[in-house]
C-alpha cells in the first residue's frame, strides 16, 4: 500500500537537495519504520527503525554515532559520502545498539536533537496512536 504525498511549495523550498532526492513523494506504509533513540531500539530488534544520529566516526562498512539522547548506535552500510554532522537513518534494527541501514539522508551540520527525542518518545508513548 502506497500513499502519496503532496509538499505545498514552500516546503519544497525550504528541504535540501539531499532531502528531496531522498524523498520520492511516495510513501510506503506497507512497511512503516518507527522513530527511535538508542534508548527506544532495543525494544524494536528485527524490525525498520529510523534514527537520528551524530556521526562520530566512520569506518569501512559501518558509522558510529550518538542518538538523540546519547547513546551509541553502529550504523552498518555504507553511506554515501560526503556525511554531514547528523543523519537520519532508516533500516534493520540488528541489536539493541546497532542498525543495518537501508537508507542514509544527510541532515546537516545543526539539528535540534533535543527536540527529535522527544518526537521518539511521543511516536512510541502516549500519542503511538498518530503515527503509522
Known amino acids: 500500500r502506497r500513499i502519496r504525498v503532496y509538499l505545498p511549495a514552500e516546503t519544497h523550498r525550504k528541504l535540501s537537495p539531499a532531502s528531496l532526492n531522498s524523498f520520492s513523494g511516495l510513501m510506503d506504509a506497507s512497511s512503516p519504520a518507527v522513530f527511535v533513540n538508542g534508548a527506544l531500539l532495543r525494544r524494536f530488534i528485527g524490525q525498520k527503525v529510523r534514527?537520528?544520529?551524530?556521526?562520530?566516526r566512520s569506518d569501512i562498512g559501518s558509522v558510529i554515532g550518538k542518538s538523540t539522547d546519547d547513546q551509541q548506535i553502529v550504523?552498518?552500510?555504507?553511506?554515501q559520502l560526503p556525511l554531514t554532522t547528523y543523519l537520519e537513518v532508516i533500516g534493520i534494527a540488528e541489536t539493541d545498539n546497532t542498525i543495518?541501514?537501508?537508507?542514509?539522508?544527510?541532515?546537516?551540520?545543526?539539528f535540534d536533537a533535543q527536540n527529535y527525542n522527544e518526537l521518539c518518545k511521543l511516536a512510541n508513548?502516549?500519542?503511538?496512536?498518530?503515527?503509522?
Open 51 to 56: 534514527a537520528v544520529i551524530q556521526v562520530m
Open 125 to 132: 508513548g502516549e500519542f503511538r496512536h498518530m503515527f503509522i
Open 100 to 110: 543495518r541501514a537501508e537508507v542514509w539522508t544527510n541532515f546537516g551540520d545543526s
Open 75 to 79: 550504523v552498518k552500510g555504507s553511506p
